[in-house]
């Protein structure tokens, strides 16, 4: 079945620097991936869908890549804040468990520091 | 403004008890989904709901039951079978079709006293 891995569990950089997330899957490209912003205690809030066929999309601060070679996607925040403190997770559909549905990956922690 | 109502935010079960999760929107949305956290997990689809009236098991449906009669609201009845029950639990929905952003509520955190 599909497998989804966000390879960092947290990561810390300053502020104004680029934070730069990883999203891996294992097996078929899906059509679609998606990423969320979660806040502690809070649920988690879409942010950006990219297709298989588009290679960046953006959307103010944020750029998300989709590599079907790599079976990678990338999320970048550029000139990074503390207010974008949170877990980011990535999302992709899943046709091996609950037919179409989203399977998660465990999310990365990002901290920014003033 | 529209969106996703969980309810309560914080609940707690004893030994041998079920216990119900409110989930309510009103965005019109068709589909709608609960998902288990846990710390360091991702988040794992216990129940999903198409329509009214209708839904099926996700990947860890057993010891949860869910209901779909009306097209706003999904409740989540965590039963006694459930026999770790202490997680974040969250509702979400979609206008229908698949690939579609989810909406999220807030979340309902459950423990056992």
């Known amino acids: 079945s599909q497998k989804i891995e966000q390879n960092s569990e947290a990561l810390n950089i300053q502020e104004g620097k680029t934070a730069t997330l990883t999203c891996n899957y294992t097996?078929?490209?899906?059509?679609?991936l998606q990423w969320y912003r979660q806040d502690p205690g809070r649920g988690p809030v879409f942010l950006l869908l990219i297709r298989e066929n588009e290679k960046e999309k953006r959307k103010e601060r944020l750029k998300v890549t989709f590599d079907t070679t790599l079976k990678q996607s990338l999320f970048h925040i550029t000139a990074s804040q503390p207010a974008d403190s949170a877990t980011y997770l990535c999302a992709l559909v899943n046709y091996g468990g609950s037919q179409g549905n989203l399977i998660f990956g465990k999310g990365t922690k990002l901290s920014v520091k003033p | 403004d529209g969106g996703i109502t969980q309810s309560p935010k914080y609940l707690f079960r004893k030994e041998g008890q079920n216990v119900t999760l409110s989930c309510e929107q009103n965005?019109?949305?068709?589909?709608m989904y609960w998902y288990r956290q846990d710390p360091g997990q991702g988040l794992r689809l216990i129940y999903y709901?198409?329509?009214?009236?209708?839904?099926q098991k996700g990947d860890i449906a057993e010891g949860y039951s869910v209901s779909r009669e009306k097209k706003e609201s999904f409740p989540l009845t965590v039963t006694s079978a459930q026999k770790n029950p202490t997680a974040f639990y969250l509702c979400?929905?979609?206008?229908?079709?698949?690939?579609?952003?989810?909406?999220f509520g807030d979340g309902t955190r459950l423990s056992i006293l």
């Open positions: 709901s198409q329509i009214v009236n209708d839904f």
């Open positions: 979400a929905s979609t206008p229908g079709q698949y690939n579609q952003p989810q909406h």
């Open positions: 097996n078929y490209s899906p059509a679609y």
């Open positions: 965005l019109n949305h068709d589909a």
